[in-house]
């Protein structure tokens, strides 16, 4: 008795001791993943993309990742959309799709979830998409892949849409009329093609008429950098009588549109330097024209003038505008805000136009994003 309970304690003894030795065997098998092959095309109507990966081995789940280089021949300030959550840098994490490996998957990403809501189909432009796969195990060690090849599409679209024109006749045009000329991306769905843009007629005289846009057609800042800045120095100003005015209107339109001399005065109250006078093919309009009656407007900047409101396009929702839910337009569209070329109370400021339609006459950080509503005079 005693002689097996000595064997039995010993056993017991070297059974503990070469323990973690077994372990240390199963733990060492190695795991490979392979490398995911993927196809992609669009979706009907280029309302999103269609991902196909094919049987991954050991694959648990896989991570998406999506670039998108902008058409910035048709859509203009292109560059614009890599500040959108999903399209902003190379290799941003798009989707986690947790599916098995063991037989092909097809994954669709919508244009909605790319972008948002607002757009009904993709942004023309090219997009690049990799994938790797993952196997998780006890999620205490992640097993990843390599990268897929990265496979790219192209959407396409139409560079004008539906009710464009291009020769006009605005002899019989009155003050406070709407007018179609020019085009831009407005209604978010990119594929077919932009649309004629809508102005509101402020002045007509026997030689030309000044517009301004019935709508925001955009969201940016007034500045994209940070300091003191100006109506001359500002990169919205160059936005829009280069890349704007050069994708917006044809040769002809180009040749009705008067280069204006711009004064830009100080602020009223702050003194803030307005900075240089300067001539532009397209502006913005001024804080003092805000209380001009012969424009329309009301003559109090703290007035909620129905004049001075703004709705805003499905493209520059698509861009990230973000209207007011308790101020309306008259046509009963929300109402938004929109920058005016003034400069604020600081130099690091300009004034903009509230959603009730009064004026902001303090300004607001010109590297905030703001509606834009240009204005410009066209030669009759």
Known sequence: ????????????????????????????????????????????????????????????????YLTFEADNTLYNDGAEWYSNDYLSCEDKYVADVLLSGKKKRKVTIKAEEL???NCK?????KYTIKVNAQYLGDYTSIINSEFSKPESLTIEAKKLGAGYKSSYDFSK???????????YEQDGNFINGQEPIEWIVLKKTKSQIVVLSKYAIDYM????????????????????????????????EQGMIKETSIKNKNHPEYKTPGGNSTADKVFLLSQLEMINTAYGFSKD??????????????????????????????EDKLSFW??????????????NVGSSGSVDSIGTNAYYDMGIRPALVINL
């Open 121 to 125: 189909t993709l942004p023309a432009g």
């Open 173 to 183: 045009v009155k003050k406070g009329d709407t007018i179609k000329f020019g085009a």
């Open 338 to 351: 929109w920058w005016l070329r003034s400069p604020g109370y600081r130099d690091i400021s300009a004034v």
């Open 221 to 252: 800042p007034y500045n994209k950098d940070l300091g003191t800045v100006t109506w001359g120095t500002c990169t919205l100003r160059q936005w829009l009588n280069k890349r704007f005015y050069e994708n917006a209107f044809n040769e002809t």
């Open 301 to 330: 900047y703290d007035t909620c003038d129905e004049k001075r409101k703004c709705a805003v396009t499905d493209y520059a929702m698509a861009r990230g505008a973000d209207p007011s839910i308790y101020e309306k337009t008259e």
């Open 115 to 117: 972008i948002n809501a």
């Open 1 to 64: 008795m005693r002689f097996t309970k000595k064997v039995l304690a010993l056993m017991l003894t070297a059974v503990l001791l070469l323990w973690p030795f077994g372990s240390v065997q199963a733990d060492a098998k190695e795991i490979k993943v392979a490398t995911p092959k993927i196809s992609i095309k669009a979706a009907k109507n280029e309302k999103g993309i269609v991902l196909t990966i094919g049987k991954t081995k050991n694959a648990e789940s896989y991570m998406v």
